[in-house]
């Protein structure tokens, strides 16, 4: 066994293309490990600190801006990658198209976060300035670019160093406030600092001779906007679909609802950036395979669905089965009633999961339009299901409604479309665990 385990490594040495890969997930792994750890750590604290009222009033703002980030971001992760990994000879007018789509996306979504909250939460004034101090974060958002640049070069490191000084800054300021025992408003700003201090490091980062290259093309402009208002709809059906539970239960409901159900989906999402950084770190790579072998990078894509789906089960029965004892002793008594909503909510994971990966393969694919639809049938039976089962069921009804539409959404539609079918019928044999095979027969081939 240990010969076979040496001579993998052996030959994963003489691939350089996959070591880089490899490393630049570590890197990403380590990030997200860190960030969440030490975050999640600081988020309990300030959860007992504000206690499920105020904790409640924390998270709707932040979704409530959320869901406008959308139009600052533009759905162009994706887009700009692939660009870049497909066109390198285009870079700078890829970045310049980019970083000038999210500019304007900013300012559109601050301009709507703000006559959305005067309208939606006018008579509440600590609810509308916690909302609308979060929204100038969008107008911040066209940093990301610098982020989708190193993405594409397989070249990590930087970002992470970089940006992971701005968090500690940010979480050593908010020990300090929790501490001082500062009003609510206080910690809403310290959101808002990090996104300008992490906006600034990003563009040195990047560095000025960089910036004074990129040329503006119409034409480049216009064929990424062709393509990333697809997936920008599709962002904004997938972040509605994934927020408005929580702006649902705070108006049919109360804040506190919102606090409570805050709670669970804290500990619930909290795997879900594990997909999302293997597949951004891997899928270039099988962006490449796809054009050179798409039977290949269709095994590929096989065989990360099944081990998703693996990880994606153990969660779910582990803490399905422990939510009570999770959620009081991370929480405290107070989020008790946390444990119902995560006993249900932590197996939207399965299809998170899967998700994640076959919306990156339907954009690769150039099939933005199937993807867009199934994310629109998704917010739609969300939003149906959350009407009908919040006021019935309260906190336990939002949970229910947000599972069924992940199925739908990520897997189900899948099927309804010839193009797509293929994929669903890739996710379905992941999920059912048949496709176990194919794990060893990975094993098999790359340990020779």
Not at 27 to 39: A, I, N, Q
Request: aromatic fraction near 12%; proline fraction near 2%.
């Amino acid at each position: 066994m240990f010969g076979k385990i040496k001579q993998a490594l052996g030959n994963l040495a003489q691939r350089p293309n996959l070591m880089a890969a490899l490393r630049n997930l570590g890197w990403l792994v380590f990030d997200r490990v860190f960030r969440l750890g030490v975050s999640f750590v600081v988020t309990l604290w300030l959860a007992r600190y504000l206690a499920p009222e105020l904790f409640g009033v924390y998270n709707y703002a932040i979704a409530f801006t959320a869901l406008f980030s959308v139009v600052a971001t533009f759905g162009l992760q994706s887009v700009v990658v692939q660009y870049l990994v497909d066109k390198p000879d285009q870079q700078n007018s890829t970045l310049a198209s980019a970083f000038a789509i999210q500019l304007a996306g900013g300012v559109i979504a601050f301009i709507l976060s703000v006559l959305a909250a005067f309208n939606l939460v006018g008579n509440e004034p600590t609810v509308l300035v916690a909302v609308l101090l979060l929204s100038t974060i969008n107008l911040f958002r066209f940093s990301d670019t610098v982020r989708y640049y190193f993405e594409s070069r397989v070249q990590s490191k930087r970002i992470v160093v970089t940006e992971n000084l701005v968090f500690m800054l940010i979480v050593l300021l908010r020990i300090a406030m929790i501490l001082l025992e500062l009003p609510l408003i206080y910690f809403v700003a310290l959101l808002v600092l990090e996104a300008v201090l992490t906006t600034l490091a990003f563009l040195w980062l990047f560095g000025i001779q960089k910036l004074k290259a990129l040329r503006f093309d119409s034409s480049n402009f216009l064929s990424m906007l062709k393509v990333a208002w697809l997936l920008a709809l599709s962002m904004g059906a997938i972040m509605l679909y994934m927020r408005v539970d929580q702006i649902m239960l705070a108006s049919l409901l109360n804040q506190e609802a919102v606090g409570i159900y805050s709670a669970a989906v804290r500990i619930s999402e909290i795997w879900y950036v594990f997909p999302a950084v293997i597949v951004g770190s891997v899928f270039p790579r099988i962006i490449k395979e796809l054009r050179i072998d798409a039977a290949r990078a269709n095994r590929q894509l096989d065989v990360l669905l099944t081990a998703f789906s693996i990880v994606s089960i153990l969660v779910g029965l582990l803490v399905g089965s422990y939510s009570t004892e999770i959620i009081v002793f991370l929480f405290g008594e107070d989020y008790r009633a946390s444990a119902s909503v995560l006993r249900i909510h932590v197996w939207s994971s399965v299809f998170v999961f899967s998700g994640i990966l076959g919306g990156r393969w339907l954009v690769a694919m150039d099939m933005q339009k199937v993807l867009l639809v199934s994310t629109l049938i998704g917010v739609v039976a969300n939003i149906a299901m959350n009407y009908l089962m919040i006021p019935v069921y309260g906190v336990e009804g939002a949970a229910w409604a947000t599972l069924v539409a992940q199925f739908m959404s990520a897997i189900l539609v899948n099927c309804f479309h010839p193009a797509s079918r293929q994929l669903f019928w890739m996710q379905m044999s992941a999920l059912s665990l048949l496709s176990l095979r194919h794990i060893a027969r990975w094993w098999r081939l790359n340990s020779r």
